[in-house]
């Protein structure tokens, strides 16, 4: 039997200076991502933290663990959501964006792509790409789908879910 492993998905966005540090925000995106089948690490799960720097050196952690960063609205206002943005595009990382960088998220990524011309390519996931690949998963792995899989049975239960529409 072969086991499909999750991506693994960082969550990125504004904290600072939002109610409830937006948690709320990060905590319903965690679980869209849940319901798809991703492996979600939500920096709004951790524990309460004394100082931004620790937050961010738990965050940072968190995110190299990944293979995706996921960024919340309002991204290219946050100081450290523009850092974890950084870090997973000179890691290669596939980012999935509710909005686009800014200039200046764009021109710091060109100057560091002077300095570091090994970069990764980065990646834009779009919704409609994620289903494209969930159902071609399950197309190359039909011969495994024998009842004893929850993995792919989890994986046509997102895709049915995702064309229907419907949230978990």
């Not at 000179?90 to 060109?110: N, V």
């Not at 002077?114 to 994620?130: D, E, F, N, Q, S």
Request: proline share 7%.
């Amino acid at each position: 039997m072969t086991i499909l492993t999750p991506i693994r998905l960082y969550i990125a966005g504004p904290m600072t200076g939002l109610p409830d540090f937006n948690y709320p925000a990060f905590n319903a995106e965690a679980r869209v991502w849940r319901c798809r089948g991703f492996h979600v690490e939500n920096p709004a799960e951790g524990p309460d933290l004394s100082s931004w720097s620790e937050y961010m050196r738990r965050a940072l952690r968190q995110l190299l663990t990944c293979e995706a960063i996921c960024l919340l609205p309002g991204w290219t206002q946050s100081k450290g959501a523009t850092t974890e943005w950084l870090v997973a595009s000179l890691m290669g990382m596939s980012i999935i964006y509710h909005e686009p960088p800014g200039r200046l998220q764009l021109r710091l990524f060109r100057w560091l792509g002077r300095l570091m011309p090994a970069t990764g390519t980065v990646i834009t996931i779009k919704p409609h790409r994620l289903l494209q690949a969930a159902k071609k998963t399950l197309e190359e792995n039909a011969h495994l789908a024998d009842g004893d899989n929850c993995t792919l049975l989890d994986l046509k239960r997102v895709v049915e879910m995702m064309e229907g529409g419907e949230e978990c």
